[in-house]
């Protein structure tokens, strides 16, 4: 059984998100399956960006739940019987469940651990490799400091708590192939490691889920191969969940374990790679055609056309 329907992290329903007239986001509802990479694809202005926007609190959406389960299980009586308190949070025999529409985008990330990164890399290019992977873990290390003063006076458990961020920040640039340029500026790294760089340093907040927008967006291939590695290393190794906006489709299907495919807002597809690749509905979208009758067509002329 699939594990977005058997164990969801996170539960979108009937989710909407509204611009004055526009509808960006228009009555989507699925699951991301604890442990899954899910890739979320869809045609340019499908509104993919929109809907991770409100996952991650950028937008408070118009309407519609976004249930997370960050241990545990996301039991559907359960969810609905938070939403009927008003509350953001509450801690369940199963695990912590977290009602991210109700939240701002700081606490999904301090306490419901969602992490993301953007279409456009946003490292702190004047720091080093090691000091981008640090920062991240800046909650951990306020709290050793007692927000100044520990870290002022150097009392041992403030040292032991930048040891270890330190350690994981190495640990993290090993993984990633970039030990060796701990000390160089992140901004001149090569393009590619960048973005490396930029899912490890989301790593090192420790998210239960990875929100990642476009990461392969500018790769070659042998870049794009490596990221799917440590993908998949995230996920196998590290137990994250992983949500994915991706346009390149050998990558989403290489590594991915569910896909959700948007189009006009609207969901138009949900279900395995090989499901999805075959769907009438999805190819409609992507050529630009009005229906999935029309769209066989298409694709029926055009293996004619290849086999002449």
Known sequence: MNRWMTDPILRVEHLSMRFGGLIAVNDVSFSVGRGDITALIGPNGAGKTTLFNCITGFYKPTQGRLAFAREGRAD???????????????RLASGDIYMLER????????KARVARTFQNIRLFA?????ENLVVAQHNALMHASGWSILGLLSVPSWRRAETAA????????????????????AGALPYGDQRRLEIARAMCTGPALLCLDEPAAGLNPRESGELASLLRLIRDEHVTSILIIEHDMSVVMKISDHVVVLDYGALISDGTPDYVRNDPNVIAAYLGVSDAAEAEQVVAEIARESHK
């Open 126 to 130: 004047g720091m080093t490799a090691l």
């Open 166 to 185: 330190i350690e994981m920040a190495r640990a993290w640039l090993a993984r990633i192939g970039l030990e060796h340029r701990a000390d160089d500026p």
């Open 103 to 110: 939240m701002p985008d700081f606490e999904i990330a301090a």
């Open 76 to 90: 559907e009586r359960e969810v609905r019987a938070l939403t009927r308190t008003g509350k953001r949070h509450a």
